[in-house]
Nanobody, 121 residues
Framework: QVQLVESGGGLVQPGGSLRLSCTAS????????MGWYRQAPGKQRELVAA???????NYADSVKGRFTISRDNAKNTVYLQMNRLEPEDTAVYYC???????????????WGQGTQVTVSS
């Protein structure tokens, strides 16, 4: 199985910064895309940032200029650097990885366990 482990969430004051990490492990042939989603209470899960194996990135309008997604392909790890955090950023953040598994070359779409980010004074 392909598994994702997230870390880096916590409580931070408005204007502060956090860095989230997500590492994929398992019988992975290739990773096509990695990304971060978030879900606040009572709201739908939304895409925050994503990156492809080719290096392209995209961001939600609400985080452009404040968040940066990066990837270490050798370590199968994706990061989300979050700067100038706002209370509206409070949510559970989930890592997502899409790719091809070694077993029968099947595709996978795996989610991390989620990490809480709380922005409050």
């Amino acid at each position: 199985q392909v598994q994702l482990v997230e870390s880096g969430g916590g409580l931070v004051q408005p204007g502060g910064s956090l860095r989230l990490s997500c590492t994929a492990s398992g019988r992975i042939l290739s990773i096509n895309a990695m990304g971060w989603y978030r879900q606040a209470p009572g709201k739908q899960r939304e895409l925050v940032a994503a990156t492809s194996s080719g290096g392209s990135t995209n961001y939600a309008d609400s985080v452009k200029g404040r968040f940066t997604i990066s990837r270490d392909n050798a370590k199968n790890t994706v990061y989300l650097q979050m700067n100038r955090l706002e209370p509206e950023d409070t949510a559970v953040y989930y890592c997502n990885t899409k790719g091809v598994a070694r077993e029968w070359y099947g595709r996978f779409d795996t989610w991390g366990q989620g990490t809480q980010v709380t922005v409050s004074s």
